[in-house]
């Protein structure tokens, strides 16, 4: 018996989506719409550390709950707050 029948070549892999463990992946275009901004302002963002971002070659994903928290590291409160 040949090694090549006893071991298939196409497995298929699980899907993307039961490995994330419900994390929401997206673009760096989309997490600029997400944020109201430029591309560039998501890119330097990204460069400073302040965006966790997951890079894969040349794919790059950010999650959108990860950069909200990141985000509300930045975010001022009003004065007036009781």
């Not at 298939?8 to 994330?20: Q, W």
């Not at 999650?63 to 007036?80: F, H, I, L, N, P």
């Amino acid at each position: 018996m040949n090694d090549r029948t006893t071991h298939p070549t196409n497995v298929n892999p699980s899907p993307i989506s039961s490995t994330n463990s419900g994390k929401n992946w997206k673009t760096k275009k989309e997490i600029a719409g997400h944020f109201a901004c430029n591309i560039r302002t998501v890119t330097k963002l990204m460069k400073g550390r302040i965006l966790p971002f997951v890079k894969i070659g040349r794919f790059v994903r950010l999650d959108v709950g990860e950069c909200d928290q990141a985000m509300e590291k930045y975010k001022y409160k009003s004065r007036y707050e009781i």
